[in-house]
């Protein structure tokens, strides 16, 4: 599992920021738009599912890297996906000059359906530390 | 009405603040970390319409043994304060060590109540611990609270209000054995016979024997303070020392061993979680991923809700400018405060979207591990983790920042961390780097304003390692700070939080910014008879006086006027540049500025803003924290040259590679 999460996010950030320094005019769901730092970003979340690998096979806590990695990584698509909400809203909303031509696959990337999965990673191992985590509200 | 004075005392980050703002109904800041607060701060609450209680929040400490200037606060106020009832506030999950504390308080003879507060976290943990016997072995009243679930309160006040009726005795709960005792006795005589000491006896002499005072400051008596210095050389101090410390401990031991059963508790997600962010390879890097994360909701998410206030503010500006009959009247409100203010006022979702991300820092816990993984890093310049606290809470304001520094126990790398902390870039400097960022790199604003902020950050580092080096020399201390364990953070503080810091923002336009828009518009209208923002003008005056020496940044006058002004709060600059470069006919402020304005140009005003002097508050802190008037002209000048210096560096390659 954490290979697997692993492998993808390392891909995305690599395409990422391979379309920066290229500046092919790659679709936005292949390159993350050439974001260098979302890139980067994303391959941190990579190396720590990763590191989690590494853990797991010589019977270590490997799953607090799946868990953070997660957690990171749900953070990381969160951020993605207001930001393709504001642009949403400000060419519908506002109607602005610079996004008549708009359409949601712009900002769309991969970052995004990575939610999915993490959320549910998280959801899952999370009920094991109910107890403990108790929001203090 | 009965008049009750109570101090809350206790360890860092138990809850004394979230108890004070349960019971007064104050607001004062609360934090996940240790040491969020710095000062003491009094309030009132009524109980049973009869009595006034005044409850004093103060600083948490572990011991009565003060090392940095935050502790001395509340060492001094429980020292020497006018109070009825001393209320410990306990973290109910951590009682062994929150209880050395207590030793200490019952030996100084204080009517003590224990707050004993996080009992939800306690519960959910699955701990037992039986409470009248706790306070029947300790000999003080101890009330089960949850200050945040505000349960308990009542019971609280109610053994306050009976404490405060008790007379006051020392009850001291520790025997501290052999090898000490005959030694605090002996102490103890001699200061009976000098009389005039106000706090207990026994106190002062273990006082007296920890080194904490000198005989010569309690005893003005010159033989009996001999006498004391005498019986103290007799013995091997360090050891006494040790000696107490452990007397403490088993005593604690003893009261909790048939009364305590601390709960299984599964494993602990906190300890998961600092398992890969605290990880020596990863942490850092995740630390970077999460900054990245704050500043692209800064500037992204917020850009929908800046248009719209953009939008409106124009509109009213237009609408004012061609309804008014008077002139002149018309261009003051038009040109200078609408341009002026609504212009600082298109960033309150950037400020406010930040605060929130800052508050979300604070109240999870992550600021202390970001504290503990810089560490290894700040050690490297002298200086250590708690020194980055005050850094991160200056991306918010740099006055708490800097007031901040106040649990930093060497002076010298306390006044380091002062003179380098405006260099992390506050909220109010931001609009400048959305604006030119915005206008010259609209792909990729949000990496350019993170960028900047990393430059702050390495100004910050370097300027640290080079006072380090030259005129404060000297060796760190050992950092200790406790990781508190993360919480899920409530909507409600963090929306208070993040109210009470942006609604500041809000205020600011409405007096300073305000103030200086109408000063610089009126510099750009007089005297009678120029056109607005003429060069003719006292403002084209100025600029032009001060041009040639920022010739070589790239800056034209207008500029340079709005970084004068922005000597008074940064938000000014902006304020300043609606002002004068609004003017010019038929063409917005942006296309004003991108016409003018090259892309190294504008690099370089963004890190000058980001590093000369971030306004007259700051300065004031500074001054206060320091108390020194040499420093504070340092600070200023330092910052300057710097500025001027990284400015022209980027401006000059920039030229080159554009
Ligand atoms: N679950 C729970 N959390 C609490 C309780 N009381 C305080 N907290 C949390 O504990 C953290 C620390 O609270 P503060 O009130 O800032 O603690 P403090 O003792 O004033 O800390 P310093 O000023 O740093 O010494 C915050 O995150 C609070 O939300 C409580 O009764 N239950
Ligand atoms: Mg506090």
Known sequence: MSLVLGLVFFTLGGLSILAYFLGEEWPAYVSSNGNLMLGLALIVVGAIFLTGVMRFRSDMDGEAFLIVGCMVGLSISLVTLLALLADASEAYLLMSEDFVDWVPMDDFTPAMPMMIPCAAILWYKLREFKTVKRSSS | MLDIGVALIGNPNVGKTSLFNALTGARQHVGNWPGVTIGKKTGTCTFRRKYTINITDLPGIYSMSARSPDEAVANEFITTADIDVVVQVIDSTNLERNMYLTTQLLDMGRQVVLALNMSDLADARGDTLDVNKLSDFLGTPAVRVSATEKRGLDDLLSAIVVASNREKTARPLVNLGQKVEPLVQEIERDLRQYGGITSSARWSSLMLIEGLIEPGD?????????????????????????????????????????????????????????????????????????????????????????????QSFSWLAGFVSENMQLEWLASLLGDGIISGVGFVLVFVPNIFIMFIMLSLLEDTGYLARAAFIMDRLMSKIGLHGKSFIPMLLGLGCNVPAIMATRTIEDPKSRLITILTSPYISCSARLPVYVLFAGIIFPRDAGTVVFVIYLLGIAVAIVSALALRKTLLRGEGTPFIMELPPYRVPSAKSTVIHMWEKGSMYIRKAGTVILLGAVMIWALASLPWGVEYGAEASYAGSLGHLLAPLFAPLGFDWRIVVALVFGFLAKEVVVGALGVLYGAEEGQGLEENLQNGMSASASLGLMSFVLIYTPCIATLGVIWKETRSVKWTAFSIIYSLIVAYAVAFVIFTIGNVVW
């Open chain 2, 218 to 310: 309690l005893v003005k008596d010159k033989e009996i303070a001999e006498r004391i210095h005498a019986s103290l050389r007799k013995v091997d101090r360090e050891d006494i020392e040790m000696a107490i410390v452990d007397r403490r401990y088993e005593k604690i031991s003893s009261v909790l061993a048939g009364i305590y059963r601390r709960g299984e508790g599964k494993r602990s997600l906190s300890d998961e979680i600092d398992k890969v962010v605290t990880n020596k390879y990863l942490g850092i890097p995740i630390f970077l991923v999460l900054m990245w994360g704050i500043f692209e909701m800064t500037f992204v998410v917020a850009t929908p809700f800046m248009d719209a206030i953009d």
